[in-house]
Structures are given as C-alpha cells and as structure tokens.
C-alpha cells in the first residue's frame, strides 16, 4: 500500500519535528491539503507555507486542492516540485483540459471527486489520468469519520481501472485508520491518506508502516 500522511494534522506551531518524522518514515509521499474557503467550509495554508514545507521535505508532493478555478494555480504547484496535483472534478468544468495542462507542466494529473460524486462521471476521462483520489468524508476537516459508501466507490472504480486502459492509481481520503484502511485494500485501493490516525498516534512513523503493511 502507498501511503500519503496528510499535513493537516501535524503542528502547525512547530511542523519542522512532524516532517523530520516524515522525512525518516517509509511514507512514499507528504499530502497537502490545500482550502479556500469558497470550495470547502475551512482555509488551511497556501503557497509560502508549502513552499518553506518543500524545501524540508525529502518525500514527493501530493498536492490536493480543495479550490475554485484550481487550474489558475498549475505553475505554482509546479515551482514547489510537486509530483502530483489533484483537482476535484466539481471544480473543473473544463477537466479534460485542465488535466492536460498538468501534464504539459511536467506533474500527475489526479482527479478527485466528493463523496456525492459517482465514478461514472470519470469514464471519460480514466485514460488520461495518474491518479483518481476517492473522497470518503466531505473535504474541508481532518479527523471526520469514515464514509462507508467509498468503499463501493473504490470497487466500482478498481473495475473501471482494471477493464480499460487506465494506469490510474486508486488513492482515497478522509476517515483512514487501521480498520477502514484494511477494508479500502480489500476494495482496491492503492494509496490511503492519513491525517489524523498518523499524527495522533504514539508512535506515527509505526503507523505509517502499519498502514504500508495493508495489501488485498
Ligand atoms: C480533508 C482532507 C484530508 C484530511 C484527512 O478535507 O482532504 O486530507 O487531512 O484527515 P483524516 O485522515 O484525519 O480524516
Ligand atoms: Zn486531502
């Protein structure tokens, strides 16, 4: 299982302890969370916070944007060395797009929907995708409880992957610990983010590879 902790549950007053605990983890990625306060009830942190976060952090980025008009933002994401930039779908009426000048900005392209959003409004577009990012709480906290639906998705969405073209890599968000991380590797998942449970946890880079640890 790859494994994305979310910086949204470290310590914002001292976050250089949380990303040296990162930095010497099996964790394959940092994910950040981005918030505007329009697309989602909450404002987290922008560009000059991730810049100072990148320039600590030896992990890839897995950039996740919960914001209006998310292309707007592609060259800056792409100046802090991301490796992945994810968009929701409900944010982009122009997604094929969209997905492409994330390409041409030499990042993954991931696409995310919320958890009211079916997987079949991403057949169209699975072929051109690194990543599709499966929402299972409502975007905008850290620390809600999982969605059970989102496992469905991520079973409807492993078929999709599996019976066309798409090298996409199913990751999912919101709600993961021990127990519903096992049930998204049985559905399928690839990827598992995880705020709460890995920063709240005694031991958080033991969580990480428990987490790691999870297969189908
Ligand atoms: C929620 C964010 C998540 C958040 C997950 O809107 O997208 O990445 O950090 O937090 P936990 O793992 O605590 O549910
Ligand atoms: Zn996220």
Known sequence: MLVSPSLLSADFGNLAPDLEMINSSQADYLHLD???GVFVPNISFGFPVMKAVAARCVKPLDVHLM???PDKWISQVRDLGAEIMNVHQEACPQLHSVVQR????GMKAGVTINPATPVNTL???IEDVELVLVMSVNPGFGGQKFIPNALKKVRELRQLVDTTASKAII???GGVNGATGRQLAE?????LVAGSYVFGSADPAQTILELKALSD
């Open 67 to 69: 914001i209006v008009q």
């Open 34 to 36: 981005v918030m505007d």
């Open 187 to 191: 559905a399928g998942a690839d990827m």
């Open 171 to 173: 990751e999912v968000d």
């Open 123 to 125: 057949v169209d577009i």
């Open 102 to 105: 994330i390409h041409q900005a």
